[in-house]
């Protein structure tokens, strides 16, 4: 179990060190300091004592059980220490030591014969290549940055992190408390887990062990590859439907990837269809590490918005036009305010305060007396679902900072004192003392940005994981049996018929026949041999003065319309003739099948994409995509888990920049 990890009854370091500089050192000292739950086994083949207490050369040497390690240990004598471990009855190990897999085929051979030892034996891997373990909540940590480099705070919080890299993993620690130095429970994580290569142990695990651990109540990851792709989909979407779950993905780019491939042994997979999918299954990703302590904070300290409307207070009219501007990128509305609240607005302002809808422009001469009354008018209009407010504090009447902050955190900030928020209240702040509203407003729990773009992309986040809960709740009240797609032996003989005769992918015709097996219309067609066969089918199935099609069907061609296999627009039966003689002679050669004459669609039309990919880390994902032959002009493609629910389905259409074009 991976329980044991952060529970076991007693813990060996593996090459513990008396070196000051040496991992071995810095892990021994966090151990004996933290581990109070059980023994702490030092082992070296040097022996000698250590924080006094003895170095053991061996584990024959040790007095009692061992149920976890942390090997420690140069690469070369990892493996004969790993045969130590299990032979002993170690069944947690955690390979610090980096110079695996990450290094190319002989490290790739040292971890494959180290996995099949852990299986063999029942015992759990983490690692290789990473900076081990931290859980608070019972005294584990491995991780061998002292306090001074990596924050810890007094105890465990509502954060569970998992990271492929360890470094970037302290960064985000140290930028949250540096941001919020004083957490409401002593502490922001509940654990921290660098797992490296993951021979064994991977973010599928993680996520799995996080979504039922009580503490944690919201999710972080950075993640360089996913190695088990439709599990990880399935603990995603389980783990979102509890608790937020946020991620930063890397290896984006060719560059990334191959700076991925040599960081963690990771596989690329497409960018595009993780973010599809890692959005569909109910991941809030994000693009960099203050995007994922800002956004985990805003998560902790406010509610879900109800709705994309957002309410703009500004006192600056020109800000108000760019979040305008930004709110629309990001896929938010704005609010439209009713007439009472304007109207009641209208009365309490000066004459000069652009009062006439959203934003609300309370100008240069607005202070935050005026600020806490739009404020308010917000939370209490059913129109408005959030509210970013902004100022400016180059403004003289916003020279009392002091008195600013104070009004704002006692009127909407954190703590037990403050009023339950039904709606989030999300401030962007510039000028020369923005830094101390920036500071401040934080510190008590009410989210405040420096970055404008940033602030509305979290309100974006926020939005997204409302909409996942909510479809989420819809699709089980509406589920049926009809939604779960059983065998059908007809598609299977198709399949079946395909890969017997060696052939990867299916014909036209094989297509047509699964799509109609399955329910799904398609035009009219035939396969014909001869031009006789065509003129008959035309003329008994179709009519002039309706055109029909004529494509090439061979197993050797895929993509017809570029090897100038398709004849459009073909209304009379002499024209049919010569166009079905001239296909047929030009691919003579190609082995055709046939030439398949179908109805020709025409008239006004929404071309679409729907397919099936195979990704390496994913396997076979649906495609959905605007625009058919020039869907790769157009770059507007979602992705889908196979199998891909109703609900699913929706979404993934819900996910397409154009997706207005399909309620036409």
Known sequence: SIRTFFHASSYAVVGASARPDSLGYAISAQMVQSFTTGPVYLVNPRGGTLFDRPVYKSFQDIPGPVEAACICVPAQGVPDVFRECIRNGVRALVIVSGGFAELGPEGRVMEAEMK????????????????GLWCPGTGVDMVFLPGDLMARGTGPGPIGLFSQSGALAAGFVNELFRLRPQPPSGGWFSHLISFG???????????????????TTQVWSYLEGIHRGPAFLQSLRQTANKKPVLAIKGGASQPGANASSSHSASLRTDDRVFDSLFRLCGGNRVDDWMDLVQAGLAFHDMPLPRGPRVLVITNAGGVG??????????????????????????????????????PLDLTASCTVEHLVPAIRAGL???NVDAILWFCITVCPWFRDIQHTTNTLIREFGGGQERPTLAKPVIGFTMGSLGDDVYRDLNRAGLPVFRNEKQAVRILRMMWERKSFLLREVEATATATEEDTVGENPEIEKILTTAQAAGRPMLLETEARQVLAAAGIPTPK??????????????????????AVVLKIVASSIVHKTDEGGVVLGVRSADTLRQRFTELLAKFSSRDPAGILVTEMLEGPSLEMLLGVATDPSFGAVVTAGLGGVAVEALQDVSFGPTPCPPDLARAMLQQLRHQDLLDR
């Open 197 to 215: 290569n993951a021979l064994d142990v991977d973010e599928t695990d993680w996520l799995d062990f996080l979504r039922e651990d009580a503490p």
């Open 380 to 382: 209490e209009d059913d």
């Open 321 to 358: 036009v760019l979040y305008s501007d930004m709110i629309a990128r990001e896929g938010l509305h704005m609010a439209s305010l009713s007439t009472p609240t304007l109207d009641r607005l209208r009365a309490a302002y000066p004459p000069f305060f652009v009062v006439s809808g959203n």
């Open 116 to 131: 099949r030892l852990a299986q063999e034996a029942h015992a759990r891997v983490v690692g290789p290549n990473c900076m």
């Open 525 to 546: 067609g035939r396969l014909v041999q001869t031009a006789d066969e065509a003129v008959a089918f035309f003329e008994k199935e179709i009519g002039s003065p309706r």
